[in-house]
């Protein structure tokens, strides 16, 4: 749920941003069920289902990207930032 809602924290704060009438945005996740669930809008089998639905349609809607990142590249590219920062 938290993934979920932090996909739909970050799709409205793009939407309400002057960049979403310029630009499209590339949503990623490291969760396989909520990309699945974004991405199949027509048939939200979850208990969550009007969230996913309504956050479906709005990605479905504006064109946006959505992509799987597994957790490794990640943990990999956290790794590789604080090493520059320390």
């Known amino acids: 749920m938290a993934e979920l809602l932090a996909v739909q924290e970050g799709v409205d ?3 309400k ?3 979403s009438s310029m630009w499209r945005v590339i949503v990623e996740s490291d969760c ?4 699945d669930w974004v991405t199949q809008v027509e048939d939200p089998t979850t ?3 009007e969230i ?5 349609e709005k990605i479905k809607d ?3 990207i959505v ?3 597994p957790r490794r590249c990640n943990t990999l590219a956290g790794g590789l930032a604080k090493s520059r920062i320390g």
């Open 62 to 64: 504006r064109g946006m």
């Open 13 to 15: 704060l793009f939407l």
């Open 52 to 56: 996913v639905f309504n956050l479906g």
């Open 47 to 49: 208990p969550l289902s």
């Open 17 to 19: 941003s002057e960049w």
């Open 32 to 35: 396989k069920m909520v990309v």
């Open 67 to 69: 992509r799987l990142i």
